[in-house]
């Protein structure tokens, strides 16, 4: 990456208000051709106005301030319920944790997190009951707000995307990136229209990996391979970033990719992983991998690529 726009995005970083990075070492950087990207909770997250409006038409009031701090309790909820938690994550015999790339492919936990794809794909429908208590709606309440999130999450129901509202510095991070010639794409497990509903709240162009498309869903590695196939990079020099233990940092080690964890909360405390609490904290841990030479044309190539 350029260095001016590094140090100015690493800096917006760790200057944020709120965000206490201060504490935390600058890395080495890791020598990088392509940057994944999970989509929700680590490019956009529900519109916090789109939710509170379709809850109060049904007579439930949220305060729409409250949705981004609600997703990323819901998702550690989540983890949770799956066994993944710090603890489990700096545990060296299972997939959260750092081990050789030629070893990851092999361990038993990464067989544990790629047979766990049924369980990790019943949880979806479970992320709104994980969510919604969050918002402060109370359990008498819960059925009927579970029939306004059902009813606003699809789209061709709805008329409108949910999953809208960027994530702070989503684009700025993404064209920095790409700039510095490091491939871009997004692996999300989805529904078979992630691309085109990333498109319509400002993300068109992006390569997309949906769940549905490649026939495999994070945590399962063969997502991640065909990612990297579309990316023309190797495991050894991509990073996966996404917001939950169990379907990114899990996958991508299962696929011998380095995960680095979107912990906005600072929630996670493992050491065997790296972590961001903003997307321009990415910055701070990788470069460009590239020739100096080949990165322009391969930037122009990435950002010509559509669905």
């Given at each position: 990456?350029?260095a001016e726009?590094?140090?100015a ?5 760790i200057t ?6 201060q504490s935390?070492?600058v ?10 990207l999970?989509a ?12 509170a409006?379709a ?8 305060d ?8 990323y309790?819901?998702?550690r909820?989540l ?14 015999t ?9 070893a ?10 790629t047979?766990r794809n049924?369980t ?15 918002l402060?709606?109370?359990r ?10 059902e ?5 061709g ?13 989503a ?7 790409r700039?510095a010639?490091?491939?871009v794409l ?6 078979g229209h992630?691309a085109?509903?990333?498109?319509a709240?400002g ?8 769940s ?40 991508a080690c299962?696929?011998?990719?380095t ?20 997307l ?9 991998s ?6 322009a ?10 669905e």
């Open positions: 990456m350029d726009t590094c140090a995005l690493t800096a917006g970083a944020r208000a709120g965000d206490s990075l935390e070492p890395t080495a950087r890791i020598p990088c051709r392509a940057v994944l999970d929700g909770g680590v490019i956009v997250l529900p519109d916090r106005h789109l939710l409006g809850l109060a038409r049904a007579g439930i009031d949220i729409p301030a409250a949705v981004p701090r609600a997703h309790l819901a998702v909820t983890d949770r319920a799956l066994g993944y938690t710090a603890e489990r994550a700096t545990d060296p299972n997939a959260c944790a750092t081990t050789p790339a030629t990851r492919a092999t361990t038993p936990a990464t067989a544990r997190a047979d049924t990790l794909a019943a949880t979806r429908a479970d992320y709104p009951r994980a969510l919604l208590p969050q402060g709606i109370v008498g309440r819960m059925a009927e707000a579970l029939e306004v999130w009813r606003i999450a699809d789209r129901r709805f008329g409108q995307v949910l999953w809208r509202e960027p994530t702070p510095g684009t700025t991070t993404i064209d920095a990136l700039r010639g490091i491939a997004i692996v999300t497990n989805s529904d992630a085109e509903n990333l498109a709240c993300f068109a162009g992006i390569p997309t990996v949906d549905t498309l490649v026939g495999f869903a994070k945590p399962d590695a063969r997502i991640f391979h065909a990612a990297l196939a579309r990316a023309g990079a190797t495991a050894a020099e991509t990073v996966h970033v996404g917001d939950t233990l169990a379907n990114d940092v899990a996958g299962a696929a011998g990719i995960p680095i964890h979107f912990d906005p909360r600072r929630a996670c405390r493992a050491r065997e992983h790296f972590h961001v609490r903003s321009p904290g990415i910055c701070r841990h990788v470069r460009s590239a020739p100096r030479s080949a990165r044309g391969r930037a122009s190539s990435m950002a010509s690529q559509t």
